[in-house]
């Protein structure tokens, strides 16, 4: 028995390598014994969005449903109603967009390219 101890720390290793992850760390602390993960996840910056990437999704979204409410726009591109708000309010002010009608019932028309 005592030739399998210690085998689960090698199988835990092989098993991140598989996985593509990097290798388990191992700690000894007066708490005892630590391992631990690192994930691939973890390791990668997550891109990099620019404000003009968020004005570009909103545009398009624009010009594919002009009757999108702003939760509904929030929802299909992946963030909160402020930021969307924050968005609408920038191309309107750079005269990239244009809200014709009520809020209930309007539509939002895109003039040109929202760059």
């Given at each position: 028995?005592?030739?399998?101890?210690?085998?689960?720390?090698?199988?835990?290793?092989?098993?991140?390598?598989?996985?593509?992850?990097?290798?388990?760390?191992?700690?000894?602390?007066?708490?005892?014994?630590?391992?631990?993960?690192?994930?691939?996840?973890?390791?990668?910056?997550p891109?990099?969005?620019?404000?003009?990437?968020?004005?570009?999704?909103?545009?398009?979204?624009?010009?594919?449903?002009?009757?999108?409410?702003?939760a509904?726009?929030?929802?299909?591109?992946?963030?909160?109603?402020?930021?969307?708000?924050?968005?609408?309010?920038?191309?309107?002010?750079?005269?990239?967009?244009?809200?014709?009608?009520?809020d209930?019932?309007?539509?939002?028309?895109?003039?040109?390219k929202?760059?």
């Amino acid at each position: 028995m005592i030739e399998t101890w210690g085998r689960g720390f090698e199988k835990i290793r092989e098993a991140c390598r598989t996985a593509g992850n990097p290798d388990s760390i191992l700690r000894y602390d007066l708490g005892g014994l630590w391992i631990e993960f690192i994930s691939v996840k973890m390791t990668e910056k997550p891109p990099l969005i620019t404000s003009q990437d968020i004005d570009l999704q909103i545009a398009e979204v624009l010009r594919k449903r002009p009757e999108i409410t702003i939760a509904e726009l929030a929802v299909e591109i992946g963030l909160s109603d402020r930021a969307v708000k924050y968005g609408l309010a920038t191309l309107k002010k750079a005269g990239k967009i244009q809200r014709i009608g009520p809020d209930n019932g309007g539509h939002w028309e895109v003039k040109g390219k929202a760059e």
